[in-house]
């Protein structure tokens, strides 16, 4: 079992450029979750999915981040444009059903924004 | 609003000493805690939650809900337990409240 599957792991970079994130997440796991975790900080919900439908969102940038989850499997995230203070690691997990199930975590890909 | 708070950023003690990493939250009702902990150069991972009471690596953490604490302890550190630790809390179908984290270093 290969756990939630994150890519890319390392990403550099400009202001104002657009990037993506992907998310596989555990097989026949329904529920889906981006966090974003700034430096020396604990992770903070951006998105929820539960299958396709983003269940919880309120703390998702709308101006600039978007995410989507495509047959309630793999999911993106993009950001665009990006900006110097969007600079952290992005981590997805995924539990089988709700919250209170044990989430498990990809290893996060760190995006530096230049 | 739910708030997860370690007060510790860094916790340094020798091998075979007791640890205790402090957890304090706010939540008006009954939510669920756990404890997560991260290794170098691995991902983020479940350790116990307060609803199984049991013990893991040796850790346990007890829910007191009259201080709004869940601190996790260990009688006998051991180097490998040299991580990151999460307090976190979830209420119902909600997701994730992390605290800051603590670093804990166990020397030999």
């Known amino acids: 079992e290969a756990g939630v599957v994150q890519s890319p792991r390392y990403k550099i970079i400009e202001k104002k450029q657009p990037v993506a994130f992907w998310c596989n997440p555990i097989s026949g796991h329904n529920t889906l979750y981006w966090y974003r975790q700034n430096l020396g900080q604990g992770p903070e919900l951006l998105i929820r999915y539960e299958n396709e439908e983003a269940v919880d969102d309120s703390q998702l940038p709308k101006d600039r981040f978007s995410a989507e989850r495509l047959k309630g499997v793999d999911s993106t995230l993009k950001i665009q444009p990006a900006e110097l203070g969007d600079s952290a690691v992005y981590l997805c997990?995924?539990?089988?059903?709700?919250?209170?199930?044990?989430?498990?975590f990809g290893p996060g890909t760190r995006l530096t924004v230049l | 609003a739910q708030r997860v708070t370690q007060p510790e950023k860094l916790l340094s003690v020798f091998k075979g000493a007791p640890v205790e990493l402090k957890c304090n939250y706010s939540y008006s009702g009954s939510p669920e805690l756990f404890w997560y902990v991260q290794y170098s150069r691995q991902r983020l991972q479940l350790l116990l939650r307060?609803?199984s009471r049991e013990s893991i690596k040796g850790f346990t953490a007890d829910l007191n809900k009259g201080e709004t604490s869940f601190h996790l302890k260990k009688p006998f550190a051991q180097e490998e337990d040299s991580a990151m630790y999460y307090c976190?809390?979830?209420?119902?179908?909600?997701?994730?409240?992390f605290g800051s984290g603590t670093r804990l270093q166990v020397q030999p």
């Open positions: 976190a809390l979830s209420k119902g179908r909600r997701a994730l409240t």
């Open positions: 997990a995924s539990s089988l059903v709700a919250s209170s199930d044990t989430q498990y």
């Open positions: 307060h609803i």
